[in-house]
């Protein structure tokens, strides 16, 4: 009985161990496609912050913000 639990242990481990390696090869194959496919895809043009340049800061208005609280009862309200 022992032996056969050293050996599905084993079966284990080589399972695990070939899942990961076919995980790993299917990583680098995906880098490998993606860095191909670059190659063809040539350079990106650089992109544009924005249309015009903003040379003065934001102007902040002086707004006031009315809050008004309410007092709400502890007590639930009888339906």
Do not use: C, H, Y
Not at 5 to 34: I, N
């Amino acid at each position: 009985m022992r032996v056969l639990r050293v050996l599905l242990a084993g079966l284990v481990a080589l399972f695990v161990l070939l899942a990961v390696m076919f995980t790993a090869a299917l990583v680098v194959f995906t880098g490998l496609v993606g860095a191909v496919g670059q190659l063809f895809r040539g350079n990106p043009s650089p992109a544009r912050s924005r249309p015009f340049p903003s040379s003065s800061p934001p102007r902040w208005t002086d707004e006031i913000i009315d809050v008004e609280a309410t007092k709400v009862t502890d007590k639930p309200v009888g339906r």
